[in-house]
T-cell receptor, first 117, second 112 residues
Framework: AQTVTQSQPEMSVQEAETVTLSCTYDTSESDYYLFWYKQPPSRQMILVIRQEAYKQQNATENRFSVNFQKAAKSFSLKISDSQLGDAAMYFCAYRSALGAGSYQLTFGKGTKLSVIP | NAGVTQTPKFQVLKTGQSMTLQCAQDMNHEYMSWYRQDPGMGLRLIHYSVGAGITDQGEVPNGYNVSRSTTEDFPLRLLSAAPSQTSVYFC???????????FGSGTRLTVV
């Protein structure tokens, strides 16, 4: 079974600064997907960014980028130019690419990000 | 609007009561799942379905039942509510070949 670990329960960042959230995972599979989800106080789960394991290039979505290290099984999220609206809980998640596990997401426990004005 | 609709948004139950959390999607997604979210635990999979008539257990299935008679609906039943089932419940759906999931807005359930 796959596991996802987020070692930072809480983090804070000054507005306009950059912050990096950490995520490590454990799997024996070679083909999979990794995600970062944002959950604001509204409770809605919002997909921030995804990474396919077969791609070496790190994914980028505007101010959000990832550092994907497949050999180290590490998948960190960098938020640049932090904004007040970035304050939320962030979850790292894993999804297999094949088989029954491809329908399921395995989540980390989350990192609560606060943005200081 | 297309998406995943969960009802109710909030519910308070007494220990031992039963209830059904409703989940419906209008995107013709084959795959639907139920997760529960507890503080400090992330989201954990309760049950999932890969199509009408096909369901399977996830990580934390005890105390919950599901069925999938149509592609659109995937209700979650609590047979005899317990305080340990106090949680926020999310329904999510996806389709083969898609990377992401569409989540409902969640149901906050309190069992007293």
């Amino acid at each position: 079974a796959q596991t996802v670990t987020q070692s930072q329960p809480e983090m804070s960042v000054q507005e306009a600064e950059t912050v990096t959230l950490s995520c490590t995972y454990d799997t024996s599979e070679s083909d999979y997907y990794l995600f970062w989800y944002k959950q604001p106080p509204s409770r809605q789960m919002i997909l921030v960014i995804r990474q396919e394991a077969y791609k070496q290039q790190n994914a980028t979505e505007n101010r959000f980028s990832v550092n994907f290290q497949k050999a180290a099984k590490s998948f960190s999220l960098k938020i640049s130019d932090s904004q007040l609206g970035d304050a939320a809980m962030y979850f790292c998640a894993y999804r297999s690419a094949l088989g029954a596990g491809s329908y399921q997401l395995t989540f980390g426990k989350g990192t609560k990000l606060s943005v200081i004005p | 609007n297309a998406g995943v609709t969960q009802t109710p948004k909030f519910q308070v139950l007494k220990t031992g009561q039963s209830m059904t959390l409703q989940c419906a999607q209008d995107m013709n997604h084959e795959y639907m799942s139920w997760y529960r979210q507890d503080p400090g635990m992330g989201l954990r999979l309760i049950h999932y379905s890969v199509g009408a008539g096909i369901t399977d257990q996830g990580e934390v299935p005890n105390g919950y039942n599901v069925s999938r008679s149509t592609t659109e609906d995937f209700p979650l039943r609590l047979l005899s509510a317990a305080p340990s089932q106090t949680s926020v419940y999310f329904c999510a759906s996806t389709y083969q070949g898609s990377y992401g999931y569409t989540f409902g807005s969640g149901t906050r359930l309190t069992v007293v």
